[in-house]
């Protein structure tokens, strides 16, 4: 089975560096604190920047949420880069203190080990991500829920004590199972949005992994906006958002990877967002049988069709990440006619079988229309 990233970008545009492609931690460099300063400042000043830099299209990286992050950004005036790379680690700092179920003093932790019957105001942004969450496991009859955390945890996908060891290849007993499905489900949720609060009903664990990397995508890409950069290309552990073009006028293009082996779609993003979600990563075997992170709600077992993985395009990031785990959940034919219900733009990857050994990959009309005529391999 393949590692290769899902998405990545072009020959040209953006590469993996070395230390992830061999499976190495990229350190995030350091950089001083953004009070005090601008983007202008000469303290920001850096006399090797022109050269390590390659032209006026620039690169930066880090680290976040047990993956990485990489900034393409066009800087035709040469302005100093250390404060953008404070400004995007500070950014994706504060999603992680606010959603992050592997920081115990989370606003999400301190929810989910919360007593019963407890009010609890959030902080704008987490009620921003968990309004949006709230909405998709409504329209899809719960396939996604942002209140699995117990489930997920059960298998094994969840917090432990040394994130870097294996998965214990052990599917967890049906009866536990039963147990978890009983503390999970949106409906158990009071949420008042006005306000802000939300009522803890006793055991409920909120994961927002399905949406908050993606809401950290647009939060991040909204803060460079505002800090003075028009033209960019984000990418979170294979989200991906782009606004402006590149230096020349170009669009950026995202090549799109699905089943392994096969040729790659290559899009012009522009202003828009792009999520996958499937079966390449977090997987684990037992019995033969693979076992995907991939969960649905509604049985408490990991999916089990054909999909490899769903790509989705939208204007917002975040709802692109909630609508590819949505697809995914729902599988090849209930996610495919969801999606043309509710005229999403997907691409869909099919494991290889008998009938399709070289895999198979169809895209919606929404997604179609919109790379109309510009997609190739």
Known sequence: MSTAPRIHYGAGIWQIPQAQARGESLAAPAGPALTGGTFASPAWKAPAMHAAQDGSLHSLQGVTMGTTWSLRLANPD????????????????????????????????????????????????????????????????????????????????????????????????QADIDRALQVCGHQRLQWQPQRRRLLQPGGLQLDLSGIAKGYAVDWVAERLRAAGWPHALLEIGGEIRAWGQKP???????????????????????????????????????????????????????????????????????????????????????????????????VFHAHPDAGQPQGLRRSTPAWAQRFAGSMKP
Request: hydrophobic share 45%; proline share 8%.
């Open 78 to 173: 040469y302005a100093p880069l250390a404060p953008v790379q404070a400004l995007v680690q500070q950014t994706l700092d504060a999603v992680i203190a606010q959603m992050s179920n592997w920081e115990a003093d989370s606003c999400v932790s301190r929810f989910n080990a919360a007593d019963a019957g407890s009010w609890h105001v959030l902080p704008p942004e987490l009620a921003q991500v968990l309004d949006a969450a709230l909405h998709w496991a409504r329209a899809c009859d719960g396939a996604y829920d942002p209140t699995v955390g117990a489930l997920v945890s059960l298998w094994g996908f969840g917090p432990r004590a040394n994130p870097q060891a294996p998965h214990s290849g052990q599917p967890p007993a």
């Open 248 to 346: 020349g006028g170009q669009p950026w293009r995202v090549a799109v990877a699905g089943v392994a082996g096969d040729e790659p779609l290559v899009v012009p993003l522009g202003d828009g967002a792009l999520a996958s979600s499937g079966d390449h990563w977090h997987v684990f075997m037992h019995g033969g049988k693979r076992f995907s992170h991939s969960l649905d709600p509604r049985s408490g077992q990991p999916v089990a069709h054909v999909l490899t993985s769903v790509t989705v395009y939208h204007r917002d990031c975040m709802h692109a990440d909630a609508l590819a785990t949505v697809l995914t959940v729902l599988g090849p034919e209930e996610g495919w006619q969801f999606a043309l219900q509710h005229q999403i733009a997907a």
